[in-house]
C-alpha cells in the first residue's frame, strides 16, 4: 500500500486520526495513489477522474471508488459536480490565498507551542525533526524536486504531531495538498527560496525563540501567496499510466 507522506519521519506514525472516515485495505490504497498523484503533480488540478478506469485499475466496484471520492471531495482534494463525473479540485486564486494563509496560521501555531517548551521535545522526537531535515536536504542536493517541496510541505505536518494535536496536524496534512494544487493553477515563476527554511525554524524551536520561528513561517507564507497569478492550463490524464503500477494485482 503506498504511504501518504515521503518523510522519513512521518513514515509508520499513526495517521488514523488524520483521516475525515477511517480508511483501511485497498480504500485506503485509492486514497494514498490518488493523493500521491495529486500532491507530486501527475494528476493536476482539472484532470477528470475516471470511475471505471479507477475500478479496472484497483479491481473493485465503483461504489467502493466513489465512496473514496466523497470522502476526498469533503477533504477538498476532488470535486464531483452533479452528474458530471469526478475531477481533481480546481481551487480559484482566493480559495488557494485562503487555504495559504489557514496553513500558515496552524504552521505558526505549532512552531510557537513548540517553541515555548523545548525541553517538552523528547530525543525521539529530536531525531525525527533530524531525520526529516536529513531527508530534505538530500532530495534538494539530488535535484529530486517533487520530493523537496512535499518534505517541506510535511514538516508542518511532524511539528503538528509533535506539537500534541493530531487532529490539527491532519488538517494541515490536507491544506497543503489543496495549496499545492492552487500554486499549481496559480503561481507565477518560481517559489520563493526555501532551502533553509526547516532549519532555521527548528533551530529556532530548539533555542526557545518563538518569535523567531513564527516570523520565519510567516514571512515565507507572505512570499508564497504573493507568487500568485491567475494562469490555469487544461490537462487531461492517463490513470492507468499515473496509478496502475502502484495498485496490487487482484
Known sequence: ????????????????????????????EIYNGIWNAVIDRKLQSG?????????????????????????????????????????????????????????????????????LNPKGLTDQDRERIQLHLQAEERAHNEQKVQASRRMRSELGTLLGLLSGNALLAGTMARYMVRAILALSLHQKGPAPDSRALGKTIVDAISKGDAEKAVETIRI???????????????????????????????
Open 220 to 250: 515565507y507564507s507572505a512570499l508564497l501567496m504573493q507568487s500568485m497569478n491567475l494562469v490555469m492550463d487544461d490537462h487531461t490524464a492517463d490513470l492507468r499510466s499515473i496509478l496502475g503500477h502502484a495498485a496490487k494485482p487482484r
Open 1 to 28: 500500500m503506498p504511504d501518504r507522506f515521503v518523510s522519513p519521519a512521518l513514515q509508520g506514525m499513526d495517521i488514523t486520526s488524520f483521516l475525515t472516515v477511517p480508511l483501511a485495505g485497498v480504500e485506503a
Open 47 to 115: 484532470m477528470k477522474l475516471e470511475e471505471a478506469a479507477l475500478g479496472e485499475i484497483y479491481g473493485v466496484s465503483r461504489t467502493v471508488i466513489r465512496k473514496v471520492l466523497v470522502i476526498m471531495e469533503q477533504d477538498g482534494i476532488v470535486e464531483l459536480p452533479l452528474n458530471r463525473g469526478a475531477y481533481v479540485a480546481s481551487p480559484s486564486r482566493e480559495d488557494g490565498l485562503q487555504v495559504l494563509e489557514a496553513a500558515s496560521v496552524l504552521y505558526q501555531h505549532f512552531a510557537r507551542k513548540l517553541a
